[in-house]
């Protein structure tokens, strides 16, 4: 019978003999399926570092690759909010990289100590992330796991960082060869996940890690994620089903500009989404210029409603109630009007119950509230203009077939150009900030006449017309 073999040096003391004497190694910091990190201290440049090291069992030919990859990833990306390296190592079956030490915890964490964020804080976060999603995609490189677990926040700033690009993808992939992210391996994360990266089958380019960081930021915004599930397919049949609850619904306090801005990253066709992270960068910065307090109760559109909605249904109540007694007084006994007056009532304070936890008082269920003024200008403002426009724009372009948009495929994304040149522009004194302020206005306003207008030509037959409107010099 052969000798027992002697057991294995746990990793730390083969990783610290691996590193000789450039790296004093330290405590763990985290670990993954498929990799430990631990601190460090480099004792060479005299600071305080990470080490990513890959777990021998897992070496395989395959899973060492794609480790390398993600050196050779984060090597080529120099940006602020992208974390770097420093070093890269390999000796028998270890490999490992040295990048900075962060000094701060994961947004996940900051997630489960305070549930959601501040609005403002969201925005700031996904503000970052989406900088650093830019240069990624800038360079060719789809991250393909954007999720809270991902994302650092460093220092007193808790400014994001973006980290693991271990499954990171070449936009200029041809796929010949074998995948590194096929065959069993990690994917992505499934909450997370996009339907095309989901279901296997779409084209994954840079939409689908802006549908990634929308969950993100729904998640930041509300506390929960959108679609949940065990594994891909199960998130992608939610995702198939029906679209997430309204953001609105759940913080009544977001800016409309940000629910909607985070919700469009959501689109179930990634061509529905923004068509860059600098886009969507861009309207997240225009949605904190129109960010302003919201009155309890007095969310927007939908929480003017709600008061409406309750006296429909009081007046439904007493309705019925109104003509159970008469039923009744016709036959002689009260049969109708007390079960009538018991479920209504009931109905009633359910309904009431609900409004008041959601900061509606008694008199404001009963009076039809004033106009909401257009966010931080006086009406008639031409920024509060561009606005409006651009809500019905939006809103007549939705309504056509997504065959006919393809005559104007970019126009979204034009019209939001224009109503960011009428907001930067509006109360500039000087007279050519006047004139492109007046011709961008002009181009929205003939864009949402034109839009409005269409004949059974559909909107190839207006198309010309917008065309020469969507750039104003």
Same mark, same amino acid.
């Given at each position: 019978?052969?000798?027992?073999?002697?057991?294995?040096?746990?990793?730390?003391?083969?990783?610290?003999?691996?590193?000789?004497?450039?790296?004093?190694?330290?405590?763990?910091?985290?670990?993954?399926?498929?990799?430990?990190?631990?601190? !460090?201290?480099?004792?060479?440049?005299?600071?305080?570092?990470?080490?990513?090291?890959?777990?021998?069992?897992?070496?395989?030919?395959?899973?060492?690759?794609?480790?390398?990859?993600?050196?050779?990833? &984060?090597?080529?990306?120099?940006?602020?909010?992208?974390?770097? &390296?420093? /070093?890269?190592?390999?000796?028998? /079956?270890?490999?490992?990289?040295?990048?900075?030490? &962060?000094?701060?915890?994961?947004?996940?964490?900051?997630?489960?100590?305070?549930?959601?964020?501040?609005?403002?804080?969201?925005?700031?976060?996904?503000?970052?992330?989406?900088?650093?999603?830019?240069?990624?995609?800038?360079?060719?490189?789809?991250?393909?796991?954007?999720?809270?677990?991902?994302?650092?926040?460093?220092?007193?700033? %808790?400014?994001?960082?973006?980290?693991?690009?271990?499954?990171?993808?070449?936009?200029?992939?041809?796929?010949?060869?074998?995948?590194?992210?096929?065959?069993?391996?990690?994917?992505?994360?499934?909450?997370?996940?996009?339907?095309?990266?989901?279901?296997?089958?779409?084209?994954?380019?840079?939409?689908?890690?802006?549908?990634?960081?929308?969950?993100?930021?729904?998640?930041?915004?509300?506390?929960?994620?959108?679609?949940?599930?065990?594994?891909?397919?199960?998130?992608?049949?939610?995702?198939?089903? !029906?679209?997430?609850?309204?953001?609105?619904?759940?913080?009544?306090?977001?800016?409309?500009?940000?629910?909607?801005?985070?919700?469009?990253?959501?689109?179930?066709?990634?061509?529905?989404?923004?068509?860059?992270? %600098?886009?969507?960068?861009?309207?997240?910065?225009?949605?904190?210029?129109?960010?302003?307090?919201?009155?309890?109760?007095?969310?927007?559109?939908?929480?003017?409603?709600?008061?409406?909605?309750?006296?429909?249904?009081?007046?439904?109540?007493?309705?019925?109630?109104?003509?159970? !007694?008469?039923?009744?007084?016709?036959?002689?006994?009260?049969?109708?009007?007390?079960?009538?007056?018991?479920?209504?009532?009931?109905?009633?304070?359910?309904?009431?119950?609900?409004?008041?936890?959601?900061?509606?008082?008694?008199?404001?269920?009963?009076?039809?509230?004033?106009?909401?003024?257009?966010?931080?200008?006086?009406?008639?403002?031409?920024?509060?203009?561009?606005?409006?426009?651009?809500?019905?724009?939006?809103?007549?372009?939705?309504?056509?077939?997504?065959?006919?948009?393809?005559?104007?495929?970019?126009?979204?994304?034009?019209?939001?150009?224009?109503?960011?040149?009428?907001?930067?522009?509006?109360? %500039?004194?000087?007279?050519?900030?006047?004139?492109?302020?007046?011709?961008?206005?002009?181009?929205?306003?003939?864009?949402?006449?034109?839009?409005?207008?269409?004949?059974?030509?559909?909107?190839?037959? &207006? !198309?010309?017309?917008?065309?020469?409107?969507?750039?104003?010099?």
């Amino acid at each position: 019978m052969a000798p027992a073999q002697p057991p294995s040096p746990p990793l730390a003391e083969r990783l610290q003999q691996a590193l000789g004497g450039s790296c004093l190694l330290g405590q763990p910091l985290g670990e993954g399926g498929f990799g430990v990190v631990y601190a !460090a201290r480099d004792l060479r440049l005299a600071r305080d570092v990470a080490v990513k090291v890959l777990r021998p069992e897992l070496a395989a030919p395959v899973l060492r690759e794609r480790f390398r990859r993600e050196a050779e990833a &984060i090597a080529g990306l120099r940006h602020p909010g992208i974390i770097a &390296i420093h /070093d890269v190592g390999e000796r028998g /079956d270890l490999c490992w990289f040295v990048m900075p030490l &962060i000094q701060g915890r994961t947004l996940r964490a900051r997630l489960e100590a305070e549930g959601r964020l501040p609005v403002g804080e969201a925005r700031r976060v996904l503000e970052e992330v989406a900088a650093a999603l830019s240069a990624a995609h800038a360079r060719g490189l789809v991250h393909r796991d954007i999720k809270p677990e991902n994302i650092l926040l460093d220092g007193d700033e %808790q400014r994001a960082v973006l980290t693991d690009f271990g499954i990171a993808k070449s936009l200029g992939e041809t796929g010949s060869g074998p995948s590194l992210t096929t065959a069993g391996l990690i994917v992505g994360t499934p909450d997370y996940m996009s339907p095309e990266q989901a279901g296997g089958g779409g084209v994954v380019d840079a939409r689908s890690d802006l549908y990634a960081l929308g969950v993100v930021g729904y998640e930041l915004l509300t506390g929960q994620r959108p679609f949940r599930g065990p594994t891909p397919m199960a998130v992608l049949m939610q995702q198939l089903g !029906a679209p997430p609850a309204p953001i609105a619904s759940l913080r009544r306090e977001c800016p409309p500009a940000l629910s909607d801005a985070v919700e469009r990253c959501l689109k179930l066709e990634p061509r529905e989404r923004w068509e860059s992270a %600098q886009a969507f960068r861009a309207a997240l910065r225009r949605s904190g210029a129109l960010a302003r307090p919201v009155t309890a109760g007095m969310e927007g559109a939908a929480g003017r409603g709600e008061p409406r909605r309750f006296r429909r249904l009081a007046l439904g109540v007493a309705g019925l109630l109104l003509a159970g !007694a008469v039923v009744d007084l016709s036959r002689g006994a009260a049969v109708l009007s007390p079960i009538i007056a018991l479920v209504g009532g009931s109905l009633l304070a359910v309904r009431f119950g609900t409004l008041w936890t959601r900061g509606f008082a008694w008199r404001a269920l009963w009076r039809a509230p004033a106009p909401a003024p257009a966010p931080g200008l006086p009406a008639g403002d031409p920024a509060s203009q561009a606005r409006s426009d651009r809500a019905t724009i939006l809103r007549c372009y939705a309504a056509f077939p997504r065959a006919e948009q393809q005559a104007l495929p970019g126009l979204p994304a034009q019209v939001d150009e224009l109503v960011a040149v009428c907001e930067a522009l509006a109360g %500039q004194p000087q007279a050519a900030a006047r004139e492109r302020l007046a011709r961008a206005a002009t181009a929205l306003a003939t864009i949402r006449s034109s839009l409005l207008n269409a004949g059974s030509g559909g909107l190839a037959s &207006i !198309a010309p017309v917008i065309r020469p409107h969507l750039h104003v010099e």
